[in-house]
C-alpha cells in the first residue's frame, strides 16, 4: 500500500513540474531568414569513339551527335540556378589530332553557344587533356537555361587514314556543378 501511494505522490509532483516547467515563445518566423546554397555534381557528358569507327581517306570529316538535355524543364532548378561550371577532360590515343565542339542547342535546334576544344595527335605517351572550366553566369547563364540539347561536332584532322583495323580512342568525359539558391 505505501509504494502505491508513493507512486501517485511522486506522480503528482511530476506533473506540476512539468506544468510550472521554464518555456519560452518559438519564433517561427525565423524560418524566413533560411537560406541553403547547396552544390550539386552531377556526370554531364561520356564518349569513347573507337578509331575503328571514324573511318575516313585522310582528309579532314566530321561526325555528328546531338543528346537531350532535359535539366532545365524543371522550374525549380532554374530558378535557383545562380551559377554553373563544366569541366572537361578529353583522351585521345588515337594517331591523329581532332577538334571536339560541344553546341549547346535550343528546342528549334538553334546553337546558342559553341565550345571547342583542340586534341592533339596521340604521340606514344598519356595523351589526357583536362581543359579550363567553363563558367557560367549573368548572360553566359541565361544561354545554358535555354538549353534542351547538346551536340557534339568531332572534326577529323587531316592525317593517315583510318580504316577498320585502326587502333586507339577518342574518350570525352564531363561533369557538371550547380551552385544553387534556396530561399
Excluded: H
Amino acid at each position: 500500500m505505501k509504494s502505491n501511494s508513493s507512486r501517485k505522490i511522486s506522480s503528482i509532483i511530476l506533473l506540476a513540474f512539468l506544468f510550472f516547467s521554464c518555456s519560452s515563445d518559438l519564433d517561427f518566423d525565423q524560418v524566413k531568414d533560411l537560406k541553403l546554397e547547396p552544390v550539386l555534381v552531377a556526370n554531364l557528358a561520356y564518349f569513347d569513339i573507337p578509331a575503328n569507327q571514324l573511318i575516313d581517306d585522310g582528309g579532314t570529316n566530321v561526325a555528328f551527335d546531338t543528346r537531350s538535355f532535359d535539366v532545365f524543364k524543371e522550374s525549380f532548378f532554374t530558378n535557383r540556378l545562380m551559377k554553373a561550371e563544366f569541366n572537361f577532360e578529353i583522351e585521345n590515343n588515337i594517331d591523329r589530332s581532332f577538334v571536339v565542339n560541344l553546341l549547346l542547342m535550343n528546342d528549334a535546334d538553334e546553337i546558342l553557344e559553341t565550345i571547342s576544344y583542340t586534341v592533339p595527335s596521340y604521340q606514344g605517351t598519356t595523351n589526357i587533356i583536362k581543359y579550363p572550366t567553363e563558367v557560367f553566369e549573368n548572360e553566359r547563364l541565361n544561354l545554358l537555361k535555354q538549353t534542351t540539347k547538346i551536340g557534339f561536332v568531332v572534326i577529323i584532322a587531316a592525317g593517315p587514314p583510318l580504316n577498320n583495323e585502326s587502333l586507339g580512342n577518342l574518350k570525352l568525359r564531363s561533369s557538371a556543378t550547380a551552385y544553387l539558391v534556396i530561399e
